[in-house]
């Protein structure tokens, strides 16, 4: 098992620090918000993400992809009506792509609850052919880009459109594409009222694209009272053995002791 650290955490601090605490804290990834290099992703040229491949690779450590997709620009939603934003997030989407893979990144995670939840006059089933068809539109890059797109399914306090594990992975199955598969999130699957673990093992392992690791109350994982002894079991049962990203939404007391305490416990369940 790899651990990775999302690097927002850091807020307005260089990733080449984060890098440097990533590093000496024994990480071996970083996943990347977009919106932490530029407020769009086409703003970021290519010597800018070369720059941002050679500082990771400086400091031994791999760029795992990308999430937080559709934070920074404000004209862009994954389920809209409106035919012109939903071209352009279409496009933006493709550019995002391209970004990740210029990065050395292999997984994009597709969270971004605003820009997804159903607008004003919206039926669902209108909002998951709007989803269908945008996703589908832009695998074909992502093959050839060797770039996975995971779903991943959110809390129904931030979104309204794919709530559940369940709803994630029936979208993977109608889509059907090698590159497009399921993102697991211990915060998020801790919503759905039911056993995470047991939801964990709903899934193959080979639909799961990505996994974020953290606590219900969106501290780091062992900094609350999510059971993390059931949901590592069910974790090595399946077989996943790729990346868990460490993704905290409260960054207090501040990003070093939250990524050093989160990398410590991990390594009880799974040692260097």
């Known amino acids: 098992m790899k651990f990775s650290l999302c690097n927002e955490m850091f807020e307005n601090r260089s990733l080449r620090e984060v890098c440097e605490v990533a590093r000496q804290l024994g990480y071996e990834g970083i996943e990347i918000a977009p919106f932490t290099l530029a407020k769009r992703a086409d703003d970021i040229t290519l010597r800018q993400r070369m720059e941002v491949r050679k500082l990771l690779e400086g400091h031994n450590l791999e760029c795992v992809g990308l999430h937080w997709l559709l934070a920074g620009p404000g004209d862009v939603h994954i389920t809209t009506p409106d035919e012109a934003v939903w071209r352009r997030t279409k496009d933006y989407f493709k550019i995002l792509i391209d970004l990740c893979a210029d990065l050395g990144g292999r997984v994009m995670v597709i969270g971004s609850p605003r820009q997804r939840s159903l607008v004003l006059g919206q039926t669902p089933q209108g909002a998951w052919a709007r989803a269908m068809q945008l996703f589908s539109s832009v695998l074909d890059q992502a093959q050839e ?50 056993s995470v673990a047991e939801i964990i093992r709903s899934v193959a392992v080979q639909e799961i694209g990505h996994f974020h690791v953290n606590d219900a109350n969106l501290y780091g994982p062992g900094m609350g009272d999510t059971d993390y002894g059931p949901i590592v079991q069910a974790i090595k049962e399946i077989g996943w053995d790729k990346w868990l990203s460490v993704e905290v939404f409260k960054y207090d007391p501040d990003p070093e002791t939250i990524a050093r305490r989160s990398i410590e416990f991990l390594r009880t369940f799974w040692p260097a």
């Open 145 to 194: 880009r060797r770039v996975t797109l995971c779903l991943e399914p959110l809390a129904p306090s931030e979104t309204d459109f794919i709530n559940t594990v369940d709803q994630s992975m029936q979208m993977v199955h109608q889509i059907n594409h090698p590159n497009f598969k399921i993102h697991l999130d211990v915060k998020a699957m801790s919503s759905q009222g039911q």
